[in-house]
């Protein structure tokens, strides 16, 4: 059962224009999620993250929002960039020490100019 | 930013072949983790480590095996090769910080292909 859904597998937006990367969980003890992007042939690179006891997290292009009630999260580049053109994972974390992360299967996004 | 490595970064075996994948970080991280990765798919997490000497079955059952006699290198070994052994192997470090929540930083995995 995967507790970390992201049901878009694919994300096409013009250049210029806002992406929105979505992410849902179905574990209410996950307490930490995270934003990787991946690009073939290469290792997923971190990109940004948040703890479950914030509702936002922003870093340049990057922000990434958390609804707890709704067990959902989203990632939003703006604007968006040909070079953003990559595979997102959103990955969490359960409360309680662990260090283990649960990833979902990623969203592949094509940003094009 | 952790500085880590794989190699090979590609390799293609016969069955029955062993092989040691390596990953080695230079951040002095103390943990340390391989997932392995199918096309269009999640990351399992197959081994962790929390320090020298220290190893963990991760969720996804591996036939595989490592060790971690020094802090810096965590190699991955399959004893004989199979085809079901052909995906993408990554690995990761972190270190965790009081009061700061960690971040698993990745090298650029190995592609494994087992004829």
């Known amino acids: 059962d995967q507790q970390v859904k992201q049901n878009s597998p694919s994300l096409s937006v013009q250049e210029g224009r806002i992406s929105i990367l979505n992410c849902d969980y179905t574990n209410s003890m996950f307490d930490y999620f995270l934003w990787y992007k991946k690009y073939p042939a290469e290792g997923p690179t971190f990109l940004i993250s948040i703890s479950s006891i914030k509702d936002k997290n922003e870093d340049g292009r990057f922000t990434v929002f958390l609804n707890k009630s709704a067990k959902h999260l989203s990632l939003h580049i703006v604007p968006s960039q040909p070079g953003d053109s990559a595979v997102y994972f959103c990955?969490?974390?359960?409360?309680?020490?662990?260090?283990?992360?649960?990833f979902g299967k990623g969203t592949k996004l094509t940003v094009n100019p | 930013e952790a500085d880590i490595y794989q190699t090979p970064r590609y390799l293609v075996i016969g069955t029955g072949k062993k092989i040691t994948l390596e990953c080695s970080q230079t951040?002095?991280?103390?943990?340390m983790y391989w997932y392995q990765q199918d096309p269009g798919m999640e990351l399992h997490l197959i081994h962790y480590s929390y320090g020298v000497n220290s190893t963990e079955k991760g969720d996804l059952s591996s036939e595989s095996t490592v060790s971690r006699i020094r802090t810096e290198h965590f190699p991955l070994t399959l004893e004989s090769a199979r085809p079901s052994h052909t995906s993408q192997y990554l690995c990761?470090?972190?270190?965790?910080?009081?009061?700061?929540?960690?971040?698993?930083?990745f090298g650029p995995g190995t592609r494994l292909l087992v004829l």
């Open positions: 951040m002095g991280h103390d943990k």
């Open positions: 990761a470090s972190s270190e965790w910080l009081a009061g700061v929540q960690e971040t698993q930083y």
């Open positions: 990955a969490a974390r359960i409360q309680g020490g662990s260090e283990k992360l649960v």
